[in-house]
């Protein structure tokens, strides 16, 4: 059955591919460019990449330090003052550059301290299913059998239950909903596609004459599977990774709007954008600046998946 | 053929059960159905036990998964806490969202495929660079913001469309909301179709064809297309299933009565009959809509045959 999850195919062989041309394009000569030399060349000269390279930057930095955006509390409400009070676009990184929420709080604040909680929940949940799918996969594809009987038909179990769903379900069952409850119920749900991508991969490459080399000098299954393997085998595990990323900070956007994701006092762009929902007749800019503000966020990171992609991949060219 | 589907229907079972029993289990086990039932409030432990063994709360687990599954396969899908039966609800939520996805799908295969052979075809002129970074920027956009801009635009600022829809919506009813449903994965059918089309454009029999003096149209259509649509009907067909489920966000904003508004009532309110019948009709639906893809696999290229 085709695997429906990886919308590239294997990249194994593009080492060999790629010599004739990298030779008389790289810096020596004679000695051919790995896989990841050559993609990393391709890569500084995409422009996607590094537009996409400088936004994702500024997000990490922006949630690290928020105060070096701004001297405002995103939690301080004013509402005597600032009660729904419009952005004055002039005034540049300012606590009223872009206006204030129906608690009077400063939106530009609100927007700054929430790519925090966003961009942790992206990064951890993206770390937390690689590495879970990347031992399933590995196990079911290396060792084949009833193994990979038993762990494929569980992925299939997992990849069955709708997401958001599935996600929204066990969020109810926590009071406290933070930022980790949220990671947890996104990874338990989410590993399904890079373990099918990782299967996929090690059981091209374990048919590989190094491989059997390496068996045949007698190194043993942990060494084989670590040393040989997964350098080998992780390129579409990587490539499908990055493009999740966005997508799991889409996600928790998508439960926080939901009312079942973040809570307050966590600062959230998805919360911000569903309590804005009700003032969308008289205040649309409350609710369109923290949209654009995930959209701009997802867009980065999937941008950065689709620069790797197409480096990892030189099919697509 | 026939023992194709029958192979595969027998290896739907397993995936079947595992995956109602992996729902059943998030919801009764990590979650307490009777919590929802007293407000805000404690049960008073009396009740409690009461409402408890009338549901059958107080058997093992594995016990009540069985009955739930031997009452599905009778046709009962249980009660809601509200008293209403689960089917009742099934019959009035399904044929809207149902609708809803029609009118989805229709916008991948017409828009997204159209755009993707454009594009493909193109490779590198401007068109294909325009659109390509569009799809990325659709993709970017999540559904809930999507909807809620094209609700402040189309329905509250331009008054074109009604912001939200009536109690047993029209299909034209449903245009908006299933664009917006099927946005993001209209992007990605784009994207497939280029891929595809841009990999196939190369082949000989194209350039055969092309020798032979057909028209472009014919070579376009008949050769190029129908061997580019195989890695597009696959993700068209997965896309079904999460099109219904993802649905929630889409009935949210639009106020749109379907699968997706029971589930999310019957999350908030820990009604577990609710969501763990709509989920296995949900599984189901996914399922099938998989091994109809399979099937179409021999339609589409008839070199592929079914043992």
């Known amino acids: 059955m085709p695997d429906t999850t990886a919308l590239t195919k294997s990249t194994d062989v593009p080492a060999e591919a790629q010599t004739p041309a990298a030779t008389d394009a790289g810096p020596a000569p004679g000695k051919p460019r790995s896989l990841w030399s050559d993609a990393w060349h391709d ?22 330090f928020p105060g070096l955006f701004t001297s405002a509390s995103p939690r301080d409400a004013n509402l005597a003052e600032h009660y729904l009070q419009h952005p004055k676009w002039g005034n540049f990184f300012a606590p ?23 961009i942790t929940v992206g990064v951890v949940v993206t770390i937390a299913v690689t590495l879970t799918g990347l031992v399933i996969g590995m196990l079911a594809g290396y060792f084949g059998g009833w193994l990979d009987t038993i762990l494929s038909r569980i992925t299939d179990v997992f990849f069955g239950v709708p997401f958001i769903v599935g996600a929204m379900v066990i969020l109810t069952t926590f009071e406290e909903r933070s930022v980790w409850v949220v990671i947890l119920s996104m990874a338990f749900l989410g590993w399904t596609s890079i373990a099918r991508v990782a299967r996929g991969s090690v059981i091209t490459i374990k048919q590989a004459d190094y491989v059997v080399a390496a068996k045949a000098l007698g190194a043993s299954t942990t060494r084989i599977l670590t040393r040989h393997i997964l350098p080998n085998a992780i390129a579409p595990v990587i490539v499908v990774a990055t493009i999740a990323l966005g997508g799991y900070i889409a996600a928790e956007a998508t439960l926080s709007f939901l009312g079942i994701g973040l809570a307050e006092p966590t600062v959230s762009w998805g919360i911000d954008v569903s309590t804005a929902k009700d003032q969308l007749r008289n205040a649309p800019y409350v609710l369109v600046i923290p949209s654009v503000m995930v959209s701009i966020t997802v867009l980065s990171f999937l941008m950065f998946g689709d620069a790797v992609r197409n480096a990892l991949d030189p099919k697509m060219r | 053929m026939g023992r194709y589907v029958i192979r595969r229907l027998l290896q739907m079972i397993p995936v079947f059960f595992g995956t109602t ?43 009540q998964y069985l009955t739930y599954m031997g009452n599905v396969f009778t046709g009962d899908f249980g009660t809601a806490f509200n008293g209403q039966k689960v089917t009742e609800l099934m019959a009035t939520a399904f044929p809207i969202t149902i609708r809803l996805t029609i009118v989805a799908v229709v916008f991948e295969v017409v828009i997204g495929i159209s755009l993707g052979v454009v ?14 970074i569009l799809t990325l920027v659709v993709i970017a956009i999540p559904t809930f913001v999507t909807g809620l801009l094209l609700q402040l635009l189309l329905g509250v600022k331009w008054g ?49 064809a092309v020798a032979k003096g057909l028209p472009r149209r014919r070579v376009v259509v008949r050769h190029l297309l129908r061997n580019s649509l195989i890695p597009v009907v696959t993700f068209i067909g997965t896309d079904v299933g999460a099109l219904m489920g993802g649905a ?15 589930l999310y009532q019957g999350i ?21 809509a998989n091994l109809i893809v399979d099937l179409l696999y021999a339609v589409l290229d008839p070199r592929i045959r079914y043992a």
Request: aromatic share 8%; hydrophobic share 50%; net charge positive.
């Open chain 1, 43 to 64: 890569l500084r000269r995409n422009p996607l990449f590094l537009i996409s390279m400088v936004l994702i930057l500024l997000l990490a930095v922006m949630a690290i």
């Open chain 1, 96 to 118: 009223d550059w872009l206006g204030y929420d129906v608690q009077g709080r400063s939106i530009y604040a609100r927007v700054v301290y929430g790519a925090r909680a966003s």
């Open chain 2, 21 to 63: 029993l992996l729902i059943f289990l998030m919801v009764n086990v990590m979650g307490d159905p009777i919590a929802g039932l007293c407000g805000d409030r404690q049960c008073d432990p009396a009740t409690a036990a009461q409402l408890r063994s009338e549901f059958g709360l107080d058997k093992p687990v594995w016990q």
């Open chain 2, 119 to 132: 594009t493909g075809l193109r490779r590198g002129r401007p068109v294909d660079t325009t659109v390509l």
């Open chain 2, 160 to 208: 074109i469309i009604k912001p939200s829809v009536s109690a047993d919506p029209t299909f034209d009813e449903l245009l908006v909301p299933g664009l917006v449903l099927a946005s993001v994965s209209l992007a990605y059918v784009t994207r497939l179709t280029r891929t595809s089309i841009a990999e196939n454009a190369r082949a000989d029999y194209v350039r055969t």
């Open chain 2, 248 to 262: 929630i966000v889409t009935e949210r904003i639009f106020n749109i009565h379907g699968v997706g508004y029971q």
């Open chain 2, 268 to 288: 908030l309110r820990q009604n577990s009959q609710t969501v763990v019948g709509f989920v296995t009709i949900l599984v189901l639906v996914f399922l099938a």
